[in-house]
């Protein structure tokens, strides 16, 4: 049973341009979180996910910032339009269910040059 | 305040001493997991908690829900536990503290 998958692993993006951060749960997970670590602070939730839909998306940025997490394929963090503050690791987690225990992806450190 | 906080921000020890790491919150919740971060690299679960105590190998954790407490206890230390040890409580979504940085030298 593999783990929850992220790709890609490192992405470098210029400004203005748009990043896709990729996450595939673990099998029969239907939830997955996402959370981002921005550097040298910690984890702060983003967004939560069940299949088709978005539960909580209360840690997400207003403006440039959207998830989803399609009947078919994997969960997709999408960030619009990156500046310099948008660099951190985003790690993706997925559970069973709510209030089960999470399982945290390898995250993808993206980079705004 | 933050809704969890941990102690120490930074621990060092030597190989083979007793490390205790400590987590307090104050908010109603479910569950607590510790999670271990190593540096440049992912995270792991280590244990997710919701009374009394769990133990894998040199790695025991205890919470006291009435207190609003948890510890992480690691037995022995080893230079590979050197990471950063996460607490996050889980209420709707999981909250974060802030991390405790461990060195262990040889």
């Known amino acids: 049973n593999a783990g929850v998958m992220q790709n890609p692993r490192h992405l470098v993006r210029r400004r203005g341009q748009e990043a896709r951060l990729r996450c595939s749960p673990m099998?029969?997970?239907?939830?997955v979180y996402w959370y981002r670590q921005l550097p040298e602070e910690g984890l702060k939730f983003m967004v939560y996910?069940?299949?088709?839909?978005?539960?909580?998306e209360s840690g997400m940025p207003k403006e440039r910032f959207s998830a989803e997490f399609p009947k078919e394929g994997p969960s997709i963090l999408r960030i619009q339009q990156v500046v310099r503050g948008d660099s951190a690791a985003y790690f993706c987690?997925?559970?069973?269910?709510?209030?089960?225990?999470?399982?945290f992806g390898p995250g993808t450190r993206l980079t705004v040059t | 305040k933050n809704e969890v906080e941990q102690s120490p921000q930074n621990l060092t020890a030597q190989e083979g001493e007793f490390i205790t790491i400590n987590c307090s919150y104050s908010?109603?919740?479910?569950?607590l997991h510790w999670l271990q971060q190593h540096p440049g690299g992912g995270i792991v679960s280590l244990f997710m908690?919701?009374?009394g105590k769990k133990k894998h190998g040199r790695l025991i954790a205890t919470i006291n829900i009435q207190e609003k407490h948890s510890s992480l206890h690691i037995t022995a230390s080893h230079p590979r536990d050197s990471a950063v040890y996460i607490c996050?409580?889980?209420?709707?979504?999981?909250?974060f503290g802030t991390g405790t940085r461990l060195q262990v030298f040889p």
């Open positions: 987690a997925s559970s069973p269910g709510t209030r089960y225990e999470q399982y």
């Open positions: 996050a409580v889980i209420t709707d979504k999981l909250i």
């Open positions: 099998k029969g997970h239907s939830h």
């Open positions: 996910l069940q299949k088709e839909n978005i539960i909580d």
């Open positions: 908690l919701s009374s």
């Open positions: 908010v109603g919740i479910s569950a």
